[in-house]
């Protein structure tokens, strides 16, 4: 081995540490981990990426409804060049500049000081735990099917809180076993509409992919651009999984590029085979309507077996949305935002075990409610983080260029701008578009986090808690020259006593 192998090796394990050089009273716990747990590889994080964007092309169906399928066609086609590439972009620069768990939280508070990291935190730990709080009752709701007992009342409310349970402690035995899962229910769960498309090639007429929706039909904008968004976001969740990356530096890049062709792909593919190939009205496009498109096209089997690829879904993106939140808690921990005992992990699997019990805790309450209002302002808050994700992007660009990248946007800081504008005015509009409950109960949950922050800079002086030192402003870059360092002296070393013992 020669000197410029052994140093480009060991920059790899220093990239895994980098966030730590921030924060003193981590780095030595993170140079053990580092060395002894097992990391997630390319595979498995480009299907938990693909479970916490899309999870298949479950749900897309309601947007034809919305705007007839040529409107569709082309939004599945263009948007993500205009939303996901650059939610996907952002996420590969930021999370190898920073590769530590807590992802958009340290982003945050990089930019602009720890208040702003403790707030994007609140926002994106409140919106993931309600949308993981939905997943077990999807699930359910197609087991029902099966079982109808399950319908309603008692055996609904057992059979969730049982399946919420199970699928916890999948994520309880770590990262690298949840993603191996998603990768096989990936397979199974979009093998379906694998079939349909196939069965469908030869019913399809290309005439239907060009009508701009039934005469008479009022197209309803804003359900055609929630459907779009919500089915192409949460590119940013995978980024709080970064300390827990095989070489994150390289590995993230490629997840996110792989993700972003597979995943639209996933969606623009079979929406062509059906509606080329079914002849219905723009009005029987509702929720589910692929499982009816399924019977149709290939009879009752294949609509049986696109119902178990929901619910094996599902569970896919339960997994990976409480993956994301789980180690988000960790990351604010091992940063300073929360107590130093949130940051706590299972000596036997390195899972951070507090995170997993505190959103399967939340989750439980939460499945007993109504909360229409409560998700729709999750959504709503979500937004919120994103624009406070975009600004740190541009911010740290423009601010700390000097930060070693990497990946880096291969793009100066006005095109940059012009790349997050579609982004940051589509998420402007949804806001306006909102209805006024949602900006009460968004308005709250706010205040809640800003009380929050308030209440933990009480701990921290009051000593209350113990607290990881907050993040400081080391340049990252002189962090990996420190390692080269470190690693040059060690070489030398090395090189010393192989020579002695010769």
Request: proline residues 5%.
């Amino acid at each position: 081995m020669d000197l410029q192998e052994f140093r480009s090796d060991d920059k790899q394990q220093a990239f895994q540490i980098q966030p730590a050089a921030s924060n003193p009273s981590i780095t030595g716990a993170a140079t053990t981990v580092v060395a002894t747990r097992k990391k997630l590889t390319l595979l498995p994080l480009v299907f938990l990426i693909y479970f916490q964007v899309a999870g298949g092309p479950y749900g897309e169906e309601p947007a034809v409804q919305a705007a007839g399928s040529l409107f569709v066609i082309i939004g599945f086609i263009v948007f993500p060049f205009l939303w996901s590439v650059p939610e996907a972009l952002i996420t590969a620069e930021l999370a190898t500049t920073f590769p530590g768990n807590g992802g958009f939280v340290i982003w945050a508070e990089r930019a602009f000081g720890p208040f702003c990291g403790s707030l994007m935190g609140t926002w994106k730990i409140f919106s993931g735990i309600m949308n993981i709080t939905a997943f077990p009752a999807f699930f359910i709701s197609y087991v029902e099917k099966i079982f109808p007992a399950l319908e309603s009342g008692w055996p609904r409310q057992i059979a969730v809180f049982v399946s919420t349970i199970l699928l916890s402690l999948l994520n309880y035995f770590g990262l690298t076993i949840v993603g191996y899962v998603a990768i096989v229910l990936a397979f199974i769960s979009f093998l379906p509409f694998i079939l349909m498309t196939l069965i469908a090639m030869p019913k399809i007429r290309p005439r239907r992919w060009f009508s701009s929706g039934e005469m008479g039909v009022k197209r309803d904008w804003n359900l055609y651009l929630n459907t779009l968004f919500w089915n192409l976001n949460f590119w940013d969740n995978v980024s709080t999984l970064a300390g827990e990356v095989e070489n994150p530096h390289k590995t993230y890049p490629v997840a996110l590029f792989v993700s972003v062709i597979f995943i639209s792909l996933s969606y623009i593919i079979p929406l062509l085979a059906v509606i080329g190939a079914v002849p219905v009205e723009q009005s029987a496009w509702g929720p589910g309507f692929h499982a009816q498109a399924a019977e149709f096209i290939g009879g009752n089997w294949l609509k049986i077996l696109l119902d178990i690829g929901a619910g094996l879904s599902a569970i896919g993106m339960y997994e990976a949305q409480l993956s994301s939140s789980a180690y988000q808690i960790l990351g604010m921990a091992e940063i300073g935002i929360l107590p130093r005992f949130f940051a706590s992990r299972a000596k036997v699997f390195e899972t951070p075990w507090v995170g997993i019990l505190i959103c399967t805790g939340v989750s439980l309450g939460a499945s007993c409610m109504q909360f229409y209002d409560i998700v729709a302002s999750a959504n709503f808050i979500y937004s919120l983080g994103m624009l406070l994700e975009f600004t740190s992007f541009i911010w740290l660009r423009w601010k700390q260029p000097e930060l070693w990248r990497p990946f880096k946007v291969p793009m100066e800081l006005p095109w940059l701008v012009a790349m997050c504008l579609f982004p940051v005015a589509l998420l402007v509009v949804l806001m306006i578009l909102t209805h006024k409950i949602v900006f009460f109960v968004s308005a709250i949950m706010t205040l809640v986090g800003t009380l929050w922050y308030i209440l933990m800079n009480l701990c921290k002086r009051k000593k209350i808690f113990k607290f990881n030192e907050a993040m400081n402003d080391v340049d990252n870059d002189q962090w990996v020259k420190v390692m080269d360092l470190k690693m040059y002296s060690m070489y030398s070393q090395f090189s010393t006593r192989a020579c002695k013992s010769t």
